[in-house]
């Protein structure tokens, strides 16, 4: 592993990806703080993000969403997870990438959508069709996922375990 730690590291990609797991998973490993923006915009609103959304709409959560970010990843030497929107927004990547390092978990759109499907929590995802709501979510993201530091794809059926290897080989 390079000195890449000393920034913290930003997990970026899909909802299903598995970057809140992963990234806890990871901070454990590495023995270093874990933070996850979703949970922290929670927290800070006291409501759950499918309430944000209802209450508030989606810029709204966007807003609280880029100043979380900005906040979090000026802590060094930690992993934090992002929602699945974070980094398609301009300003959120300029931020990520001038404090932290960028890492994209990259899973296919299937197993994303395995995991996904039978989760009610993606306010995103309530659609008649939420599987082809994914495909498009999916096709427009992934050039702008591209852009990230660094690339991890993740096989069907990975365990966490075998995805923070991969991770770590990767920093
Ligand atoms: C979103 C993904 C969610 C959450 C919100 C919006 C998105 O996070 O931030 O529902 O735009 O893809 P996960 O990627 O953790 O599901």
């Known amino acids: 592993m390079t000195n890449r730690l000393k920034k913290t590291v930003v997990l970026v990609g899909m909802m299903g990806a598995g970057k809140s797991a992963v990234g806890r ?17 929670e927290r800070a609103a006291a409501m759950s993000i ?12 966007r807003a609280r969403e880029s ?30 990438t001038t404090s932290g390092v960028s890492l994209w978990l990259d899973a296919e759109l299937q197993t994303l959508w395995n995991r996904v499907r039978h989760k ?3 306010p995103l995802l309530r659609t008649k069709n939420p599987r082809k709501t994914l495909e ?8 702008v996922y591209a852009k990230a530091d660094l690339r991890v794809p993740s ?10 290897d ?4 990767t920093l």
């Not at 096989?155 to 923070?164: A, F, K, L, N, T």
Request: net charge negative; hydrophobic share 40%; proline share 5%.
């Open 67 to 96: 100043e979380v970010i900005a906040r979090l990843v000026q802590t060094n030497g930690a992993i934090l997870s992002t929602g699945g929107g974070a980094f398609l927004q301009e300003r959120n990547r300029e931020v990520i």
């Open 25 to 41: 998973a990871l901070a454990d490993r590495l023995h270093v703080p874990f933070m996850d923006s979703d949970e922290e915009i």
């Open 166 to 169: 991969k991770v770590i080989e």
């Open 136 to 143: 498009d979510i999916y096709n427009a993201r992934v050039p």
């Open 50 to 61: 499918p309430e944000i959304f209802e209450r508030d709409g989606e810029a709204f959560f």
């Open 155 to 164: 096989e069907p059926r990975q365990s966490i375990d075998r995805m923070v």
């Open 120 to 122: 009610t929590t993606r």
